[in-house]
């Protein structure tokens, strides 16, 4: 695992005022500009039938409840009347709401959806060495937290600022029609609110960002740790990892709770605010009221209205670090998708209309880091239907040289060619169509064993159960409770070593590729097993150009040349017999292997 300073981000934080991050993300709204509007008109609405409220109430007070110049029937009609129009209202308010409300989740999850899926296509396309320095659990936070993040603001936060500041105009230009002294002295805290407002919004956005980059970290620590349980519970590092993990939540703890203080803190500072404003207005207000210039009414509705005008200052204050840390997330989400695939693409990509299976390396240099090569130099050529075996000591090379002939890399220098055209000029996905590749560990989908045989391909029954014939599969299907339709476990749990081979194989056939690559495929396979595995490779192999990296000699005999390599280069090549005769380096690893084998027997 790595240590836990591999965890965390050092992307940028993301400002609500980037408009290059505003653009980007209006690109995504765009499309669905309709629905916006449509929550956009029905804040209008919202906002409208809210605001009516504390004027109806004010009518209702001045106009019938304190007038006893009417007749107590006309004033109770006319209570009644402003009381059915207040439910009026509410009930418009109530169903303008909810319709706001459907259509923005209902927008959001559409744009999220496109956002998430772009990002996930985006990642499955990139190369390998983008994996290698990039841990998967912040991958998996990119797609998941950070998307949820731009949900919330779609959702919750852009219309809400909208109706929010709608409002707070609103009653602002309502309380200065209705009494100008009582509007100015409300004024006065606002200078003071715009001040903690700012104040609470450095501050959570700074614990924003760091509950996120402790998240981040989490779900990476997760991730390796599920992956390795087997080796982790084998080493008995349970102790361990439960300690590493301890200190992972506590930090995201402690920042979360940073989180609730500085809440804690806000809140109750804009309750006093608008204590202390209430109690200058009902001093101003009842003034004005002895002396005969205010009627109880208004400062009724006045006080209503300013209940309304603290509540948007306390949303706009809480949504901004919603907006902060989406902002946040949005930078980290488009920076990911700026970053390019290393291998670049064919201007015009060839496919080779019928393929020979003809594979060149010509004085190919490779390395993983600057510096530190990797293949020095390799050249060789395999022909048409040739099998040919490569050998080596761990790090030699050999993968490596799979993954340049896959177009996993492209190498530093010196060509590679299938059928005397550059892999750089290929198709890279046709490119990968033509190899079949049967590696030391098989994937296995979470499905049944038809699924993964057929790998979402189509294909005939007869075809498909001679197929599994040839590959040895066939007992494997048999044994099974359902055959074909049995499901196996994630990761093929319910398989053995030897099966999952002999799966893997079965896919190749289904495929039927020109090239064929075994990448130590019978290498965690027990003696019974690998009689079975051997021939089904004999039935793979057939008319196919193939290479095979093994150490076993029951696989390396069937080559008909064996390239051995040692520190990036090929030091010696011929047959089995020659190879052996020559009393070199793959002499010396065949009676290393024979000397394991003889000392496992005894």
């Known amino acids: 695992m790595q240590h836990d300073h591999?965890?965390?981000?050092?992307?940028?934080?993301?400002?609500?005022?980037?408009?290059?991050?505003?653009?980007?993300?209006?690109?995504?709204?765009?499309?669905?500009?309709?629905?916006?509007?449509?929550?956009?008109?029905?804040?209008?609405?919202?906002?409208?039938?809210?605001?009516?409220?504390?004027?109806?109430?004010q009518v209702a007070i001045d106009r019938y409840l304190i007038d006893e110049t009417l007749p107590i029937e006309q004033r109770l009609a006319g209570v009644a009347e402003l009381a059915s129009i207040f439910l009026l209202f509410v009930v418009i308010g109530f169903v303008a709401n909810f319709f706001q409300v459907t259509v923005l989740e209902w927008t959001g999850q559409r744009i999220m959806h496109a956002l998430r899926q772009r990002l996930f296509t985006h990642v499955v396309r990139l190369d390998l060495t983008f994996f290698h320095s990039h841990p998967v659990g912040r991958l998996v936070t990119r797609l998941t937290n950070d998307i949820q993040n731009?949900?919330?603001?779609f959702t919750s936060v852009i219309i809400t600022l909208f109706n929010e500041g709608v409002r707070l105009a609103a009653i602002l230009v309502i309380l200065f029609w209705m009494n100008a002294g009582l509007a100015l002295i409300l004024s006065l805290t606002f200078p003071v609110m715009l001040v903690i407002t700012y104040w609470f919004g450095r501050l959570s956005r700074d614990v924003f960002r760091e509950i996120r980059s402790h998240l981040a970290g989490i779900n990476a620590f997760i991730q390796e740790?599920?992956?390795?349980m087997s080796v982790i519970q084998l080493f008995l590092r349970e102790s361990d990892i439960r300690k590493r993990f301890g200190s992972l939540n506590d930090r995201y703890y402690r920042a979360a709770y940073r989180q609730i203080r500085i809440f804690g803190i806000f809140v109750p500072l804009i309750e006093v605010l608008s204590s202390m404003s209430m109690a200058l207005i009902v001093w101003y207000g009842g003034r004005e009221i002895l002396d005969d210039r205010m009627t109880i009414g208004i400062l009724t509705a006045f006080i209503s209205y300013m209940r309304l005008f603290f509540q948007p200052i306390r949303e706009l204050s809480q949504k901004y670090s919603i907006v902060q840390s989406a902002m946040a997330s949005a930078e980290r989400i488009f920076h990911l998708l700026e970053?390019?695939?290393?291998?670049?693409?064919?201007?015009?990509?060839?496919?080779?209309?019928?393929?020979?299976?003809?594979?060149?390396?010509?004085?190919?240099?490779?390395?993983?880091?600057?510096?530190?090569?990797?293949?020095?130099?390799?050249?060789?050529?395999?022909?048409?239907?040739?099998?040919?075996a490569i050998v080596g000591a761990t790090g030699s090379g050999k993968t490596t040289v799979i993954s340049l002939l896959e177009r996993f890399y492209d190498p530093i220098s010196g060509r590679i060619e299938l059928d005397g055209t550059d892999l750089r000029h290929l198709d890279t996905h046709w490119?990968?169509?033509?190899?079949?590749?049967?590696?030391?560990?098989?994937?296995?989908?979470?499905?049944?064993?038809?699924?993964?045989?057929?790998?979402d391909r189509e294909l005939p029954e007869r075809e498909l159960q001679e197929m599994i014939r040839l590959s040895q599969l066939s007992g494997v299907v048999r044994?099974?409770?359902?055959?074909?339709?049995?499901?196996?476990?994630e990761g093929g749990s319910d398989l053995s070593a030897g099966q999952k081979q002999l799966l893997a194989l079965a896919r190749v056939l289904v495929?039927?590729?020109?090239?064929?690559?075994?990448?130590?495929?019978?290498?965690?396979?027990?003696?019974q097993t690998e009689m079975l595995v051997e021939q089904a490779i004999s039935a793979v192999l057939s008319n196919r150009t193939s290479i095979v990296v093994a150490h076993r000699l029951s696989t390396i005999r069937r080559a008909d040349r064996i390239l051995v390599?040692?520190?990036?280069r090929i030091v010696e090549e011929g047959s089995h017999e020659d190879l052996m005769l020559l009393g070199g380096l793959y002499s010396h690893l065949q009676s290393l292997q024979n000397g394991a084998q003889l000392s496992q027997r005894s």
């Open 150 to 153: 731009m949900y919330e603001m």
């Open 565 to 568: 390599m040692e520190q990036g």
């Open 431 to 455: 490119l990968r169509e033509q190899i079949g590749l049967v590696m030391q560990d098989v994937f296995i989908i979470p499905g049944t064993l038809r699924q993964n045989v057929l790998l």
């Open 225 to 228: 740790a599920v992956g390795g």
């Open 339 to 388: 970053v390019k695939d290393a291998l670049p693409a064919a201007s015009a990509p060839v496919r080779i209309a019928d393929v020979r299976g003809d594979i060149a390396f010509t004085n190919v240099e490779f390395a993983y880091e600057p510096g530190r090569p990797v293949l020095r130099g390799l050249s060789f050529r395999l022909m048409q239907g040739e099998t040919l």
């Open 479 to 489: 044994a099974l409770p359902e055959g074909l339709e049995t499901k196996i476990g």
């Open 6 to 57: 591999g965890y965390f981000e050092g992307d940028q934080i993301g400002s609500i005022g980037d408009l290059r991050l505003w653009r980007r993300i209006l690109a995504f709204i765009l499309p669905q500009w309709r629905w916006v509007a449509g929550a956009v008109l029905l804040s209008f609405v919202v906002t409208g039938a809210g605001l009516t409220l504390p004027r109806l109430l």
């Open 511 to 527: 495929r039927n590729p020109r090239i064929l690559v075994l990448d130590e495929a019978t290498a965690n396979v027990d003696t």
